[in-house]
C-alpha cells in the first residue's frame, strides 16, 4: 500500500488508567495529551504474518504503549489472518503480557454487513471499545442519495455497536474524499451521521489532499476520537517520521483536545514509526 493510502497503504477505555505497564514502559512519558503512543498495525502487516508476538515485542521495543489492531476477518487477505487462531481473549492477554494497550481495531465494512453481532463479540472480548472502518467504500464519483445511503447504513450499523457500549468510528478514506454537489463529501458526511453513535478518526496525511488536521478539530469540536499520525514535508511534498516534518505537531494535539481525541495511532513505514518515537515522548500539549 502506499504511503499516501491507508487502504493500499493500508475514549482511552475507562479501565485504561489500570493496565499495569512494566517498569521500562513506566518510564516512557505518554506525551502528548497525556496518552500512551501508539501506532496502527498494518504498516507491520507482513511481519504479523510470519511472527505476531515478536512483532508485538518489536513495537513494545521501540517505545509503543498502544496499537490499534486489524480484524482477522477483515483483513485476512492484508496480513492478519493467522490471528483468527487465537480467541479474543488470548490476544487481550498476548497484548498485555507485551505491555500494549489496544482499545480500538479497524473493520472492514463488509463484515460488518456480514455479521455484526459476532463482530461485536470479538471486540469486546478483546477488551476493546473502539471500532472502526476505514470507508464507507461508496463510489469514486457519488451522487448525494449515494452518500445518504451510505450514511444511513452507517448510522444502522454503529447503533448496534452503541448499544454493545462500543463506540464506531470512521476513517477518511478514498470515499470520504471524494466530492458532491460541490462540497466535501467528508464534510456532508459530518451533518448525515449520528454524532452520538459515530465519531471519526482522522488521517493526518491527507494534508497532501488540503485536509488540514487541526482545522477539523476545530471546526468539528467533539466529533473526533482518534487519528492516524504521519509525518508530511512541504518541501519534498513525502512521508517523514513525526518530528522531522513541516507539521505543526504542537497545534495539531492542541486542536485535537478540541475536537475531542482520546488515542492517536502512528501509521507509517516500520523505521519512520520508530524514528518518531523520540519526539513524541517530548512533546507536550
Known amino acids: 500500500m502506499s504511503e499516501m493510502s491507508r487502504r493500499e497503504f ?6 485504561a488508567a489500570a493496565l499495569a505497564f512494566s517498569a521500562g514502559a513506566l518510564e516512557l512519558s505518554a506525551h502528548p495529551l497525556g496518552l500512551p503512543i501508539g501506532c496502527q498495525t498494518y504498516p507491520v502487516r507482513k511481519l504479523i504474518a510470519e511472527d505476531f508476538t515478536g512483532t508485538l515485542k518489536q ?23 493467522g490471528l483468527a487462531k487465537y480467541k ?15 482499545v480500538s481495531s479497524h473493520f472492514d465494512l463488509g463484515e460488518l454487513r456480514k455479521d455484526m453481532p459476532g463482530r461485536i463479540e470479538w471486540a469486546k472480548d478483546l477488551g ?3 471500532m472502526l472502518v476505514p470507508s464507507l467504500d461508496g463510489p469514486k464519483h457519488p451522487t448525494m442519495d449515494d452518500v445518504k445511503r451510505a450514511a444511513d447504513e452507517y448510522n444502522k450499523i454503529a447503533e ?3 448499544n454493545a457500549g462500543l463506540q464506531q468510528g470512521l476513517h477518511n478514506e478514498e470515499f470520504e474524499l471524494t466530492t458532491v ?10 451533518d448525515l451521521l449520528d454524532p452520538k453513535l459515530v465519531k471519526f478518526q482522522f488521517q493526518v496525511s491527507t494534508i497532501s489532499r488540503g485536509y ?3 482545522q477539523y478539530f476545530l471546526k468539528y469540536p467533539g466529533r473526533f476520537i482518534s487519528m492516524h499520525c504521519q509525518g508530511w514535508s512541504d518541501k519534498t511534498k513525502k512521508i517523514v517520521a513525526i518530528g522531522q516534518d513541516t507539521l505543526d505537531w504542537k497545534k495539531i494535539f492542541t486542536a485535537a483536545k478540541t475536537g475531542g481525541i482520546q488515542n492517536y495511532f502512528v501509521e507509517m ?10 519526539y513524541l515522548r517530548t512533546l507536550e500539549v
Open 269 to 278: 513505514d516500520r523505521e519512520k514509526m520508530r524514528a518518531s518515537v523520540p
Open 181 to 190: 454537489d460541490g462540497k466535501r463529501t467528508y464534510d456532508v458526511l459530518f
Open 212 to 214: 488540514d488536521a487541526a
Open 88 to 102: 479474543a481473549s488470548e490476544l487481550k492477554k498476548i497484548l498485555s503480557d507485551m505491555n500494549l494497550q489496544c
Open 160 to 162: 448496534q455497536a452503541a
Open 10 to 15: 493500508s475514549k482511552i477505555a475507562p479501565n
Open 59 to 81: 513495537l513494545s521495543n521501540a517505545g509503543f504503549q498502544a496499537i490499534e489492531l486489524c480484524s482477522p476477518v477483515g483483513y485476512a487477505d492484508s496480513g492478519f489472518a
Open 128 to 130: 476493546l471499545t473502539q
